[in-house]
């Protein structure tokens, strides 16, 4: 079974960019026509906010599809809007991969247990059903909190092995409140450092014919310098990094999260690309903003990593 890493790099040296795109549809932000035109249909109800979000991340995923690798929807923007948000959610994830792109859940799952496990189950496993057992949300990849220790990972990493899916742990999250607990130190180590070498631990028996494990992290742009740290921890771990662009880190500050081989991460945009229409003011074609905006952020990251000296695509 071909492992969630080497599907990853496969698909950014496919599409020469290691660039992805959140998809995070915040309905205030949809353009106006589109919600219009569900209120119609379905009125001021959790339905039309679910349909407007459909048919803008399809927009979106036509528009952006053979510029990046994969995207990553955000699921605390579909599941406020209660069952039909979670339709969303999910068409979204099925649209998406059958358009040829990898979907990075952003979840940050977290328990013990048999809690973790049905967490591992809905979304990267299979769930019985009446004694069958099926896919529901059927991701790639989802991130996963690491603050209640093996008992909250463990099943995770069993159906990334099992179905050949991925995680990302958070390790150094891109927030700016992120050192309150996570630059802690203990035992003379930051407790960033303490999570990556644990992430280098669990990552060890997921490693692919690529040299990289399906076991990644979760390191923000916005801390370039701790990023240098994390990358020697985790030589071995994809990156997933959060913080580009709306907010506030550039090309240069990511290029500490990939090794000098060129691989090693993706970045995220969310607003920055999804809602580039906005500061153009083109409602009417914000899915071409959107892919303008694509093209830009993979010309962005491609020339920095070259000017430092890194293979680029």
Same mark, same amino acid.
């Given at each position: 079974?071909?492992?969630?890493?080497?599907?990853?790099?496969?698909?950014?040296?496919?599409?020469?960019?290691?660039?992805?795109?959140?998809?995070?549809?915040?309905?205030?932000?949809?353009?106006?026509?589109?919600?219009?035109?569900?209120?119609?249909?379905?009125?001021?109800?959790?339905?039309?906010?679910?349909?407007?979000?459909?048919?803008?991340?399809?927009?979106?995923?036509?528009?952006?599809?053979?510029?990046?690798?994969?995207?990553?929807?955000?699921?605390?923007?579909?599941?406020?809007?209660?069952?039909?948000?979670?339709?969303?959610?999910?068409?979204?994830?099925?649209?998406?991969?059958?358009?040829?792109?990898?979907?990075?859940?952003?979840?940050?799952?977290?328990?013990?247990?048999?809690?973790?496990?049905?967490?591992?189950?809905?979304?990267?496993?299979?769930?019985?059903?009446?004694?069958?057992?099926?896919?529901?949300?059927?991701?790639?990849?989802?991130?996963?909190?690491?603050?209640?220790?093996?008992?909250?990972?463990?099943?995770?990493? =069993? !159906?990334?092995? @099992?179905?050949? /899916?991925?995680?990302? #742990?958070?390790? +150094?999250?891109?927030?700016?409140?992120?050192?309150?607990?996570?630059?802690?130190?203990?035992?003379?180590?930051?407790?960033?450092?303490?999570?990556?070498?644990?992430?280098?631990?669990?990552?060890?028996?997921?490693?692919?014919?690529?040299?990289?494990?399906?076991?990644?992290?979760?390191?923000?742009?916005?801390?370039?310098?701790?990023?240098?740290?994390?990358?020697?921890?985790?030589?071995?771990?994809?990156?997933?990094?959060?913080?580009?662009?709306?907010?506030?880190?550039?090309?240069?500050?990511?290029?500490?999260?990939?090794?000098?081989?060129?691989?090693?991460?993706?970045?995220?945009?969310?607003?920055?690309?999804?809602?580039?229409?906005?500061?153009?003011?083109?409602? =009417? !074609?914000?899915? @071409?903003?959107? /892919?303008?905006?694509? #093209?830009?952020? +993979?010309?962005?990251?491609?020339?920095?990593?070259?000017?430092?000296?890194?293979?680029?695509?």
């Amino acid at each position: 079974m071909e492992t969630f890493a080497d599907r990853l790099i496969k698909a950014i040296e496919k599409k020469q960019n290691p660039s992805i795109v959140g998809l995070d549809p915040r309905l205030e932000q949809i353009p106006s026509f589109i919600k219009e035109e569900m209120i119609k249909k379905y009125g001021k109800t959790f339905e039309a906010a679910a349909e407007s979000i459909i048919f803008f991340n399809k927009k979106i995923i036509d528009a952006v599809k053979d510029i990046v690798p994969a995207v990553k929807p955000q699921i605390a923007f579909y599941e406020k809007y209660l069952a039909p948000g979670i339709r969303a959610f999910k068409e979204t994830v099925d649209y998406a991969k059958s358009k040829g792109l990898i979907v990075i859940e952003d979840g940050k799952r977290n328990d013990i247990g048999s809690t973790a496990q049905a967490y591992s189950e809905a979304h990267l496993g299979k769930v019985d059903l009446f004694g069958e057992k099926v896919s529901a949300f059927d991701v790639d990849c989802i991130t996963v909190n690491p603050y209640l220790g093996i008992d909250g990972i463990a099943p995770f990493i =069993a !159906d990334v092995k @099992k179905h050949g /899916k991925g995680i990302f #742990v958070l390790v +150094k999250t891109s927030n700016p409140s992120s050192g309150d607990f996570q630059d802690l130190e203990t035992k003379g180590k930051k407790i960033y450092e303490v999570v990556a070498d644990l992430v280098n631990k669990w990552n060890q028996d997921t490693i692919g014919n690529s040299g990289y494990g399906s076991v990644g992290a979760v390191v923000g742009a916005t801390y370039p310098e701790e990023a240098v740290i994390l990358r020697k921890l985790m030589p071995k771990s994809i990156f997933l990094v959060p913080g580009y662009g709306a907010q506030g880190g550039g090309a240069k500050d990511t290029i500490p999260c990939f090794n000098r081989d060129g691989y090693g991460a993706v970045i995220n945009s969310s607003r920055e690309i999804i809602f580039a229409y906005e500061k153009q003011k083109r409602e =009417a !074609d914000f899915d @071409k903003a959107a /892919k303008e905006a694509a #093209v830009k952020m +993979k010309d962005d990251l491609n020339n920095a990593l070259k000017e430092a000296g890194i293979r680029a695509w």
